[in-house]
């Protein structure tokens, strides 16, 4: 029997796009050489900025998140190059392994999947990587794994004050447009970006924000690259144009998504944010569950990832609530596998989207043999309510 | 602040329309006089036929369901023809309103619209019109002012058992594709319908499902009739096309919509509404508010209509659920206004957009200071995860 | 085998839809009550007074064309009325043919179906109507049958030379937005329109433009009428609502249009369609055919009928085109069935379209067997690009 | 003034993008971990396969065709490795310049950007590789630069004949789906591919087509790679899974693409691409215009590029077109520059489509004041019209 009425896509990303995004995005494919082009991609590239929070170039690639993650690597990088690591999660463990068969040298912190990055762990190892054979600090600022934000403004002091010079990379796949980020003021070289999250796009379209810093590290960086090379871009993003064929009509539905989020207004778009979140935390902890995050300054604003008392199985949950309620909720990845769901709560959201969503796990719980309490909803209920 | 997330349009009409419908009426209009028209619209005929339960023919305006009321009425009446009605509501109101400017004359057995038709009345009147004065007994299936159901069935009853040759014609706009309609079992002469409930469209289409008997009844039939007379459409309906221009683009969405009833089974779809219906009256009951309809018998399955504690304004809680939960609730109307709300739960709808739905209500009732008891949506939850 | 590529629909409407208002028209249905509505129904209708030309009310029915020939009828004239009519084609007919099934008394004015209205016969009928029995004048502006104008300025100054009080009522279903047309200006009193021409909508809307004078009429009118009556349009239509459900999706698609048209200039958009109807009458004389038109004064500017060389059949060529070259043209209707073929350059349409489509006619006038000259493309062009 | 009318996007890709697949776009985007993705995925997967003739794998990127450029040279080869290129036009010289940067050794018969691979050269060179120092041979089918197209299948015998091992790899970006192409009886190691021309599809999406011999290679290629890794990628669409996002949207709009290029026939679909370009030739012949491919059985048929007389500016002449005649043309790229112009006539595209371009291009003559004869749309549907 099909599904009626409309699906709940509550992974932490793709996540559902808005129609007037979805409306953009279906307009005539154009010229990408004529002059409309040019003014729709300088617009396009003007308002990304905004959403990066930086004056400096943001790269656009026709690519998914790992696309822009290889390209911050092989702009800045030569062989063999030590880069410094923190395993927040299965992401920052799947960016070690791109590093490895990139030919880099990555050093991981280790973690224990619970929190942010090693802020002292890195500030240890640079402060004795008196040689500087560290070339770069990658770090994932919101775990996607884990639902765990990694504190980039420490990263970036705990960096000067080892008067290192390595550059400084942040995956923000899934905090872009959800959770603060302020790609300069906190002095990031390279900030590694995807469409289908907080931009509320589909996926498709990846970038990377870079520094002057970033920009001059490309001229010795020997790692091969043609594709990811930003000079041919920078070059052609000059006139609003690419060196390639771009990915239009992904652009005419990035232009609609920034535009809504600078209507919302930025702060606006983190406040609410922060508030679904906050308000599925209560809910999780009334239901009588654990939150996979154990650190409450990590806590992420867009998603929730929520572990099952031994002997549960979440995937079977996933599997029911998607029979039964016609909802997508993210699995465990790694050695997360099966051991939690995770609840995305970013991207075009709302208080009546966020209660459905968590009545649906409330009753999926309920349906799958879940040992919890009652009364998940009702406690979000009261916090958005008083808060609202 | 532009509101984010998914507007929840939770008025009993026009309901949420399927992103499946809207990708079809989005579509290049074509020629409404070429071959490839007339194959679309002899599949739209005959797949409308199976939505309204019946072997006979199903007229298709491009108007309102107001529309459709009028169509019913010029095609089988003439000025001065008596018409027994019965006063379920607002709806009810309108169209004896309607008869009226007509020239007909209508009578009206009154009611507290808090039930449906008047059955016992309706065979009390017929009984005593022992020359057939009246020539159509006209009921409101589901009244949308108050979510009371008549029972139609028994309505023909009452007019067999009284030998009576009056005509029974049925209003289904907030009921058809949503709560079991059978034009040809129940042996209905003229049922009106409108695009924009049970059937997922948006507003700009009405119907009118006619028995033999009506369509014989139409060429005695005096009224003056041009757009709504059943002779041409007939005619022209006969290979799939229209007298003069249809819609084109809202019957691509018809075919989409009636293909998804169809799909999921009309059988299904009704059970859905039921079921929804019922969490939604064990919702309002848990927070102590008052459903409009006093007959159990007569709830409707595709709106509830709630009333509010004496002194507290309807209208203001609607206004501040729309303002603070991004979520439009129906008003109260006529004699009920600012009396009542009513909650839409019809159309594509789903376990988790009730839910949501719900709790906006419930967050509402909270922010407006209506005097309620918590636990509504905690209530539905119950009734929904031991049904799902 | 399916046909590749863009349909050209190039019958007189309807006409084919731009993106921008099939994008529109997709949007997700709103509360018709809500204040989003109020606002965006007022803003629509007074976009629909700059396209009218008028400073006074356009009302907006859910309904094609000929709905609103019906209400500018009902609203305005009581049974047995006179109204003077004149026969420029088959719409012209059919509006006849209606006002008698309304019970009112056409007088029709002969024609040959080669020039726009007789206002010479006008002129004389009027004069000697010294009792006034004439309530009304009804004139189609642009015959879409024939492609022949009348001259609606000339009707209204024969009106005034006769100092006769009778309404002016035109119907402008094919000439709105695409032939010069000032309803004020011109001192219309009922100004009948639709969606699926000029306005470059989807059918499904039909508008009435009305001048005090009719808005005074209608208060003692007494042909009965209910969804046409234009009271309850007007006192809604004040804050931007509709007294019952509106096409809300289609009124998107009304704004989206309207401002397409604004943003090109009326102006400009007339002198578009002046120039594609000369190009086409040139290619129609480089190919020895004849206009259906007689009148040059009386040429429309949104189609041309052109006559088939005796014993051709225009239908075997218009479907021998449809078969060939995937596109639709107008069929002859009435007494000009199967004798005309009409070529609709009407609406959101361009040069290079038009090639195409004269393009289409000329190859299917060769592949079907018509006696015809070639070079009626070029002669086109000829004027295209001396004009450009 | 905007432009009124569908703009004609006669670029020789990105093409103009069926309706049917701007639809499927803009459709929500789903969970790409979900069994539901898992169905979809697989059958778009099976559906490439046909377009491709293949019954091997196609690997899908996120990424514009240059992608796919890279992904074949970074799955198969090592660095320092020889691979030999023919000099066919821009695009065959920006891949070398692509296998230079990623540390390959490209070998370049050079050509004179007239006609296509030099199959003699290629064989000459191969017959003196005794030691197999040359890894893959590289070829652009279809040059999108000159509109001349190489014949693969006279590669490959070359490539037997000389008992050579290496790889053969094709660039079909603006070939495939336009001009007959078969992977796997041509014996090609790896096809690259490109969304946004003959597959209908707007860009963002790239292929590789890849055979048992290509997919060994990988095992020993030494070149770095992660993104474009085969290994990965084919281990999740085995059950129709991506290792990475994928881009879900445009796979839904390749899922509709490949359907409609199928319901037509690819043979249908080639040969109404031979005639269009066969029409397109005619026209420029009959103008007096010079096309670009100097060799008939190399003749492109999804594009044609036309020489400017000296002392005309191409570009001068796209730029009128633009703007008195909405249509965008190819330019002149590299040494080309200013000399040609292009005229893309694939995709979604059928004759009154190509008459409507072609009339363009020869009003923009005129209006450039390029020297030429009138007469080639009358050629071009001469040609039409008699093989219709």
Same mark, same amino acid.
């Given at each position: 029997m099909p599904a009626a009425g409309r699906h709940f896509l509550q992974i932490p990303g793709p996540t559902n796009v808005p129609d007037r995004v979805l409306r953009a995005i279906d307009n005539p494919t154009m010229d990408h050489r004529g002059p409309a082009f040019g003014e729709m991609g300088a617009e396009v590239l003007a308002l990304l900025k905004q959403v990066f929070q930086t004056s400096g170039p943001v790269i656009v690639y026709p690519a998914s998140g790992t696309g822009a993650w290889e390209a911050a690597l092989t702009n800045t990088l030569s062989p063999g190059d030590h880069v410094l690591m923190s395993e927040t999660g299965w992401f920052a463990s799947l960016w070690r392994e791109m590093a490895e068969r990139l030919s880099l040298h990555p050093e991981f912190i280790p973690g224990d999947w619970r929190?942010?990055?090693?802020?002292?762990?890195?500030?240890?190892?640079?402060?004795?990587?008196?040689?500087?054979?560290?070339?770069?600090?990658?770090?994932?600022?919101?775990?996607?794994?884990?639902?765990?934000?990694?504190?980039?403004a420490e990263v970036r002091a705990a960096i000067d004050a080892a008067k290192h010079p390595a550059l400084l990379m942040v995956d923000t796949i899934s905090s872009l447009a959800s959770i603060d980020y302020k790609h300069e003021a906190w002095g990031v070289d390279v900030t590694v970006a995807g469409s289908q999250k907080g931009l509320m796009l589909p996926p498709g379209l990846s970038f990377n924000a870079i520094s002057p810093k970033a920009e001059a590290a490309r001229k010795t960086a020997k790692l091969p690259r043609s594709y990811w090379d930003w000079g041919p871009m920078l070059a052609a993003n000059a006139t609003g144009f690419f060196p390639y064929t771009p990915a239009t009509n992904l652009l005419y539905g990035a232009k609609a998504a920034c535009e809504m989020l600078l209507e919302e207004g930025l702060a606006n778009v983190f406040a609410r944010h922060d508030r679904h979140a906050e308000a599925t935390r209560r809910a999780v902890r009334a239901w009588g569950l654990e939150i996979q995050c154990?650190?409450?300054?990590?806590?992420?604003?867009?998603?929730?990832?929520?572990?099952?008392?031994?002997?549960?199985?979440?995937?079977?949950? =996933?599997?029911?609530? $998607?029979?039964? !309620? /016609?909802?997508?909720?993210?699995? +465990?990845?790694?050695?997360?596998k099966?051991?939690?769901? =995770?609840?995305?709560? $970013?991207?075009? !959201? /709302?208080?009546?989207?966020?209660? +459905?969503?968590?009545?649906g796990v409330e009753m999926g719980l309920r349906a799958a043999g879940v040992p919890h309490k009652e009364g998940g909803v009702q406690a979000a209920m009261a916090y958005l309510a008083g808060n609202a």
């Open positions: 929190r942010g990055a090693d802020v002292a762990g890195i500030a240890e190892r640079l402060a004795k990587d008196s040689s500087h054979a560290i070339k770069a600090v990658c770090v994932v600022h919101n775990e996607t794994s884990t639902g765990c934000v990694s504190q980039i154990a650190e409450p300054k990590h806590y992420s604003s867009s998603l929730t990832a929520v572990r099952l008392p031994e002997g549960h199985s979440a995937d079977a949950l =996933r599997g029911k609530i $998607l029979e039964k !309620f /016609n909802m997508s909720l993210g699995n +465990g990845l790694g050695q997360l099966d051991r939690v769901f =995770r609840i995305g709560h $970013l991207g075009d !959201f /709302n208080d009546l989207m966020l209660c +459905g969503t968590l009545s």
